[in-house]
T-cell receptor, first 113, second 115 residues
């Protein structure tokens, strides 16, 4: 069974630009969660989608948005990039039940210059 | 809001020895799950072990075991017979039983294994 895939693996953008990251879940997984990982703040929850609906959202500004498609693939978008958005963005997928194990992807390393 | 604290930013252990990583958490809930995740230098996070709060028995997975003290809100990870491949960042995480689907992570402990 293929694991969670994230594309692209690396991105370099400049302030003010926008970026879209993609996450393809393990086959059969309907829940996709996104996390931001930085050295200072650690791992912080962005949002979670299940069956194309956002079920939960973390404390991030509206510049961070996401969506999920009917095949469970998810994208997250960050508009008007700031230097502080530089981070490793991880997605985690699961079957979608409250205690189902979450499987993480390798992450997308975003650098904002 | 729940918080998870890992008080040891870095630890080291000799190969074949035992090491314990500490984690405490703060919650007013009675139903929740706790996890230890491992993130090797390649960055792919993997689940090491999980503990249901309603279970008194401590979880074990091969060389990995936990000491879950619910009243003290403590959840430590013991790694026995440490191997070079155990070197990684270890994160303690909390999942609410209220169906939030959101993992709350500690800041992590970097474990080095000395040959």
């Amino acid at each position: 069974k293929a694991g969670v895939t994230q594309t692209p693996r690396y991105l370099i953008k400049t302030r003010g630009q926008q970026v879209t990251l993609s996450c393809s879940p393990i086959s059969g997984h309907r829940s996709v969660s996104w996390y931001q990982q930085t050295p200072g703040q650690g791992l912080q929850f962005l949002f979670e989608y299940f069956s194309e609906t956002q079920r939960n959202k973390g404390n991030f500004p509206g510049r961070f948005s996401g969506r999920q498609f009917s095949n469970s693939r998810s994208e997250m978008n960050v508009s008007t990039l700031e230097l502080g958005d530089s981070a490793l963005y991880l997605c985690a997928t699961s079957l979608g039940g409250p205690y189902n194990e979450q499987f993480f992807g390798p992450g997308t390393r975003l650098t904002v210059l | 809001a729940q918080t998870v604290t890992q008080s040891q930013p870095e630890m080291s252990v000799q190969e074949a020895e035992t090491v314990t990583l500490s984690c405490t958490y703060d919650t007013s809930e009675s139903d929740y799950y706790l996890f230890w995740y491992k993130q090797p230098p390649s960055r792919q996070m993997i689940l090491v072990i999980r503990q249901e709060a309603y279970k008194q028995q401590n979880a074990t997975e091969n060389r990995f075991s936990v000491n879950f003290q619910k009243a003290a809100k403590s959840f430590s990870l013991k790694i026995s017979d440490s191997q070079l491949g155990d070197a990684a960042m270890y994160f303690c995480a909390y999942l609410s039983g209220a169906g939030s689907y959101q993992l709350t992570f500690g800041k992590g402990t970097k474990l080095s294994v000395i040959p």
